[in-house]
């Protein structure tokens, strides 16, 4: 039965029950953590043979590069041909470099504020404040970069076709202060939502009052797919050619890793751009490193063999990943859908669920679920600021805990969602 239908009596009495049913969970002291998400053990051990795939081989690379010393600044050949691949971008257009494309991100807004962009004014010389454009609900770190540079965070709903392209057109066009938009574009953190087409050319043609504005295009889960048919997979068009053709080339910084591909800590990461922005970056990295790791980027090389390789390997993710998603899922389904009481996206790729409870009780299921022993995101951590205007979205990561602990969080968030909507629900009745 729907809550919003329930007489008084029988609300008092659902709370009543669900009341009961938590203390019995607090009782067990679980210690369960669907907080980030991470890859889990079984994730981890696919790639273990990368460790070996060094082994009695001599670390040059196809050029004559040796990957054990300095030089080769933007990545080895292989390694470019690799990722350029995964992220559909021409091979002379991208920078191979260490671990985490969080790192190239902050060193992108940080590159930004000190010498600007492709000449443009540093934006920490502006008179003014700089302006980032943040759809949401959103990625934490993200708004975390920005936040930490001081730059005021405008937030952009999102819909099932990506973000209100009507609101970021308003933005970008007409206030010349407003310098980016961050962008999870496939599989997007946290609703696993994929950009339309029309939205995708309409980020390529939006007409920027600044002329140092870029798209912050996160493709953190592009080849992240839950399903191994096409047709169950979602596909995106390429922004990079989309960009040319509307006559914006340069409007673009697309980043990628194989944090959740191979080892998160143990990755490569990347950023393909237009030539003029390439050449722009490789000044700062000419005097911010020697290059990075090359003989990280040998050793993914041998272990994937090429992209084909790659593909299969987020097959063996998939098969691990697919049956997680599915209990999160199932279990909504069943205990709560009959409520009406929350809403929730059924992604087909990345890492996470988007959960809508009713408004104003996000930080209250967090809360209840925190003191029965299972770690969530914390509420309003989509949002930049960590304010939620409407206390209602929650990040659920079902990739890290192993199946049984899975399920019996699961148990433990449907059985705080209803009683602190009960709770809601009583207290406007009063």
């Known amino acids: 039965m729907l809550y919003k239908t329930m007489s008084d009596e029988e609300l008092f009495n659902e709370r009543e029950k669900l009341t009961k049913e938590y203390d ?16 889990n053990t079984a994730q981890l051990d696919i790639s273990m043979g990368m460790m070996k795939g060094l082994a009695d081989s001599p670390l040059v690379g196809e050029d004559g590069v040796d990957c054990r010393n300095y030089g080769t600044l933007d990545g080895i050949i292989e390694a470019k ?6 992220i559909e971008c ?52 993200h708004f975390a970069i920005t936040e930490f540079f ?10 099932s076709n990506g973000p209100d392209m009507d609101l970021v057109e308003k933005y970008v066009s007409s206030d010349p202060m407003v310098k980016g938009i961050w962008c999870v574009p496939k599989y997007s953190n946290p609703s696993g939502i994929t950009y339309s087409d029309e939205v995708v050319r309409r980020f390529a043609a939006l007409k ?30 390429e922004i990079l050619d989309e960009c040319a053709k509307a006559g914006n080339p340069d409007m673009v910084y697309k980043f990628c890793s194989t944090s959740k591909v191979t080892f998160p800590g143990s990755g490569i990461a990347a950023v393909a751009a237009s ?14 490193t020697i290059g990075h790791d090359k ?16 593909t299969e390997h987020m097959k063996r993710h998939a098969a691990i990943l697919r049956p997680k998603f599915k209990t999160v899922l ?59 205007p409407h206390d209602s979205n929650i990040r659920i990561a079902p990739t890290y805990p192993e199946s049984d602990e899975l399920k019996a969080a699961c148990g433990v968030l449907v059985t705080c969602l209803k009683l602190a909507s009960a709770e809601k629900l009583i207290a406007e009745r009063s």
């Open 150 to 159: 001081g730059i005021e965070m405008i937030n952009i709903p999102m819909d």
């Open 330 to 388: 199932d279990t909504l389904e069943t205990e709560i859908a009959p409520l009406g009481i929350a809403e929730w996206t059924n992604p087909r790729g990345g890492y996470f669920i988007s959960l809508n409870t009713m408004d104003g009780c996000a930080k209250r299921v967090v809360e209840l679920c925190k003191n029965a022993g299972v770690k969530l995101t914390g509420a309003g951590a989509t949002y930049p600021y960590g304010k939620d």
């Open 24 to 39: 019995e969970i607090c009782a067990k002291n679980l210690q369960l953590d669907m907080s980030r998400g991470k890859p």
């Open 295 to 310: 003989v990280n980027q040998l050793r993914h090389v041998k272990f994937f063999g090429g992209f084909d390789g790659m």
């Open 275 to 288: 030539k003029k922005n390439i050449d722009f970056i490789k000044k700062q990295l000419t005097i911010q």
């Open 81 to 86: 041909r690799l990722l350029s691949a995964m």
């Open 90 to 141: 021409p091979i002379d257009n991208i920078i191979i470099y260490g671990n985490s494309s969080l790192n190239v991100m902050y060193d992108t807004v940080s590159r930004s504020m000190t010498h600007g962009v492709c000449g443009s004014t540093p934006w920490m010389k502006l008179d003014g404040t700089v302006k980032f454009l943040c759809p949401v609900p959103g990625y934490d770190r």
């Open 208 to 237: 920027p009052a600044a002329e140092d504005f870029r798209i912050y295009w996160d493709n953190a889960y592009c080849i992240h797919h839950l399903f191994d048919e096409p047709e169950n997979q979602d596909h995106i068009l």
